[in-house]
T-cell receptor
Framework: DAGVTQSPTHLIKTRGQQVTLRCSPKSGHDTVSWYQQALGQGPQFIFQYYEEEERQRGNFPDRFSGHQFPNYSSELNVNALLLGDSALYLC?????????????FGQGTRLTVV | DQQVKQNSPSLSVQEGRISILNCDYTNSMFDYFLWYKKYPAEGPTFLISISSIKDKNEDGRFTVFLNKSAKHLSLHIVPSQPGDSAVYFCAATQGAQKLVFGQGTRLTINP
């Protein structure tokens, strides 16, 4: 049973560019959340997708957008990249909207903006 | 505004002894708390959780204690094993909404 898979694992982009990160949830899970983890910090919630709609959003600018597909996979898009966007981006999946069930995380995508 | 804080960036414990990781929170509306463990190059994995209606939850070597009046929770690992060396994050949620994480504590178990 495949868990949460994310691609790519590493990415280097130039300031001002756009990036797309991808996530496939654990089998049986229909809800995907994205987190940003800066160096030395805990993960920070970006947004959550359920039934192809954004359901919750954290304190991130509109440059961060997402999408969920009918097969429950998800993309995170970041426009106009800043140096401060360099971080580990984590995807988590759950069965349903609540976090009182165990959330499964992917291994993350390490984004470096130069 | 850091609603969940782990004030110890690192902790070193001898194998076989007890490891105690601490976490403080400020939002009294949090009703569910979780601990995650993270190895390098891997995503966080769920370890143990506790509802705000309880003060203790146990799972094998891992026990989580919740003190609501002090807004404090702790994770006890007994006995500590080398494989427990990892970064531990506490997280909290309100009404099953987004997870709010602490900064993490790096635990090192020495042989």
């Amino acid at each position: 049973d495949a868990g949460v898979t994310q691609s790519p694992t590493h990415l280097i982009k130039t300031r001002g560019q756009q990036v797309t990160l991808r996530c496939s949830p654990k089998s049986g899970h229909d809800t995907v959340s994205w987190y940003q983890q800066a160096l030395g910090q805990g993960p920070q919630f970006i947004f959550q997708y359920y039934e192809e709609e954004e359901r919750q959003r954290g304190n991130f600018p509109d440059r961060f957008s997402g999408h969920q597909f009918p097969n429950y996979s998800s993309e995170l898009n970041v426009n106009a990249l800043l140096l401060g966007d360099s971080a580990l981006y984590l995807c988590a999946s759950t069965a349903g909207l609540g976090f009182d069930t165990e959330a499964f995380f992917g291994q993350g995508t390490r984004l470096t903006v130069v | 505004d850091q609603q969940v804080k782990q004030n110890s960036p690192s902790l070193s414990v001898q194998e076989g002894r007890i490891s105690i990781l601490n976490c403080d929170y400020t939002n009294s509306m949090f009703d569910y708390f979780l601990w995650y463990k993270k190895y390098p190059a891997e995503g966080p994995t769920f370890l143990i959780s506790i509802s705000s209606i309880k003060d203790k939850n146990e799972d094998g070597r891992f026990t989580v204690f919740l003190n609501k009046s002090a807004k404090h929770l702790s994770l006890h690992i007994v006995p500590s094993q080398p494989g427990d060396s990892a970064v531990y994050f506490c997280a909290a949620t309100q009404g099953a909404q987004k997870l709010v994480f602490g900064q993490g504590t790096r635990l090192t178990i020495n042989p």
